[in-house]
């Protein structure tokens, strides 16, 4: 733990590479195609899908994100899963995409989830196994690329902003920078207008000062709570709370808000585990954030023998 905070202090000094950041298992399920006419033409046409996997996975694992050193055990533990729904032409397709980031809990065998986000929308991109996943800040080579690379700068923000106040600060910058390097390609999920799930309004949501409360509930959540859980549990517990109030204060500003939405959606069984052995008062105090915050997920918390 100590070495991760030490690392976010020289983050932009030159280290020697150990090791890349990512411990990604990526998967891609193309069980809708087999049951329709746009499967493929013959069954040697599956290797295309087997390439796509590796293709996504040497993307992510085996690229240099930052200019810092990991050990092995200090990769994060993450996870993509593609789910193919049509196959318009033999490079061209479309499906859904799901990113999911964990984090350990200091001094235990835990993980917790910091992040879980399936794309509501068709996720269409072209991937063609003979050309690589090119990709830089500056430029928009395609939508695929540009998709991972901006999800693997917001996984670095959010696992940062877990371990340091504002530590995930630069990683958000630069997912902003993807996303503005995409937004006229024509893809869709890159525009501001194109609803409130758009992959505008991540980057915005933890880009935006007005909303700085939500990286010190992932400070206070993770390092304040969950870490200091096997120390001392009231205190930690307390720390919890205080995360939930930073989100509040973000949701006034703010209401449904993505980030603290998707904070909320991961957590919420989480904070069922932890606070029902809990003191009444606390308990109560959770689940009257969490309806304030989310009333959906409010309704998740029913046996905590609270006034509904």
Known sequence: MRRILSILLIMFCFCVAQGQEFRCA???????????????????????FDAMKQAIEDFINGRRW??????????????????LNTRSSATDFAGQLQIQLRRPV????????????LESGNFNFSFNESQPLDFDLGNFYSNLSSTLGY??????????????????????????QVQQAAEGSGYVGWKSSEGQKSRYWFMENH???????????YYDYHRLG????????????????????????????????????????????????????????????????????SPINAVKMKDFNTKK
Do not use: W
């Open 151 to 176: 999800y693997c700068y917001l996984m670095l923000g959010i696992y940062f902003d877990s371990y340091a106040p504002n530590g995930g600060e630069p990683f958000f910058q630069l997912a902003q």
């Open 26 to 48: 990526v998967q891609v399920n193309y069980q809708k195609l087999l049951t329709t006419t746009q499967a493929y033409e013959s069954a040697s046409d599956k290797k295309v």
């Open 66 to 83: 930052t200019n810092m050193a990991f050990d092995p055990q200090e990769q994060l533990d993450c996870g993509v899963t593609l789910i």
């Open 226 to 293: 969950l870490d200091m859980m096997t120390k001392d549990q009231t205190q930690a517990r307390q720390a919890i709370i205080t995360s939930l109030r930073d989100l509040q204060e973000v949701h006034k500003r703010r209401s449904n808000l993505l980030s603290v939405t998707q904070f909320v959606d991961v957590k919420i069984q989480e904070l069922v585990s932890i606070f029902t052995p809990a003191p009444a008062e606390e308990k109560q105090t959770v689940y009257d954030l969490i309806k304030e915050i």
């Open 106 to 117: 200091y001094n235990s065998t835990y993980t917790t989830g910091l992040f879980n986000y």
């Open 207 to 217: 880009t935006n000062g007005a909303y700085a409360q939500l990286h010190q509930a």
